[in-house]
């Protein structure tokens, strides 16, 4: 392969493996946010031993994911110099907010959080994992103004080949980056409630701490099912705003290769052919593709052919058609598992409306606990969608991909990185899986020696010297 593959591979890897732990970090402090709160308002210790229990699990994840990502920077500069030198200037700003702001705040509030139990008061305990919260969905919003300029590039010029940000306030309020954040993040919040549930199930099934593990797991499918909802609103919005502007990534995200016809069906499944540049065996939905684009019955959205044609003429010569099958079925992925998180959320709630909590299907405890893994599928597919559906471009309509891999290295170099940085994955992987189940297994109740015991070596080494 060669280091334009290679190196896209690597992208791919790195970046879909730190994204298993982001949207978990944010979705994990939004609930032991509201578990705390509740604790404070209502006095109830074990809403407390909720936070503390699912505040472990973040505190492991958020070091991993951390760790992931200086990893992705680091193959940034080492493999897409070209493109680094192109949008530095413009990136410069929001990621170092993202760094200076961001990310200071969430760790200096993860400090209090830890050692400030019994330490400060229940209210300045309570807004440090609120901050903490507020920070992880600040982070989020400053590195999705920097990709939405990939996707949608405002407030800058061109001068001495480079992209210059001049209009700071444009970046911030790209319509791209308005319709991304709020989805990004309810999804992310919809990882965090699913993944509390699912170990919820697990454990309830299991007959352990049963008490405990109901409570943990209506308060995550409240929060799953509004997030879940919500993240389906937001992708509405979304998909109106890509026809504007990338229709070229709608009509690969539907295998439309000509005119859609006035109304638009939507295309549920197809047989894709590339290379006759052709869709078969489609089953369709009347009326949705224009409903999905335009919140009408009625519009045409326009094929591939015909915008190949009009990329042509604006930006020259070159296939302007990214990876057709990839891109269709990366989004029925996404929407499939994110319709399957709101039935299940749809029938948590109707449990914990008609009582039924207390005597829950196994059945559907089973389905709950797979159901974890239904948000980092969407999450995942969603993101292959958004990153591949804009080939052959890195930022659209500026700069290819082809032009953004570095000069100066060699397909061998980048194939060691590859292995190297798998590996070094699959450590990291292994050691946080291996981590969840050692908490996980011990239970909340063993938490209470973590807390109560506090070791103090300094107290041993001063009894020592009066000693």
Known sequence: MDTVMLSRIQFASTTIFHYFFVPVSIGLALLI????????????EEYKRM???????????????????ILQEFQFGMNWSDY???????????LAVEALAAFFLESTFIGIWIFGWDKVSKRVHLMSIWLVAFGTMLSAFWILAANSFMQHPVGFAINNGRAEMNDFFALITNGQLLVEFPHTVLAAYATGAFLVTGISAYKILKKQD???????????????????????????????????TQPM?????????GKSGDPAPWTVWANIDPEKQ???????????????????????VKGMLELQAEYEQAYGPGDYIPPVRTTFWSFRIMVL?????????????????????????????????WGLLLPPIANT???????????????????????????????????????????????????????????????????????????????????????
Do not use: C
């Open 210 to 244: 049963v008490s405990f593990f109901k409570k943990s797991f209506q308060v995550a499918a409240i929060v799953g099912i509004i997030s879940s909802i919500g993240v389906a609103v937001a992708g509405h919005a979304q998909a109106q705003y890509l026809v504007e």
């Open 33 to 44: 946010a509201i578990m705390e709160t509740m604790y404070v308002r209502k006095g109830n």
């Open 337 to 369: 598992a994110g319709t399957l998180m709101i039935v299940l959320g749809m029938y948590a709630m109707y449990l914990m409306w008609r009582k039924k909590m207390d005597r829950p299907n196994t059945w559907f405890m089973r389905f709950m606990l």
């Open 249 to 257: 990534k709608m009509a690969a995200s539907e295998g439309l290769w």
């Open 278 to 300: 052709e869709s078969t065996g489609e089953f369709q939905i009347p009326y949705m593709l224009s409903f999905l684009s335009y919140s009408k019955f009625s519009g045409e």
């Open 381 to 467: 597919a969603g993101w292959i969608m958004t990153e591949i559906g804009r080939q052959p471009w890195t930022v659209f309509g500026l700069m290819t991909t082809e032009d953004s891999v570095s000069p100066n290295i060699t397909s061998g170099q980048v194939l060691f990185s590859v292995i190297s940085f798998s590996t070094i994955y699959l450590i990291l992987g292994l050691v946080l899986v291996g981590l969840f189940i050692k908490v996980i297994k011990k239970g909340p109740y063993a938490m209470d020696n973590d807390h109560g015991d506090s070791h103090d070596p300094y107290n041993e080494e001063g009894s020592h010297v009066i000693s």
């Open 84 to 94: 680094s030198r192109f949008v530095g200037d413009v990136f410069g700003a929001p």
């Open 51 to 69: 936070a503390q229990f699912w505040g472990k699990l973040f505190l492991i994840n958020f070091a991993v994911g951390v760790v992931t990502g």
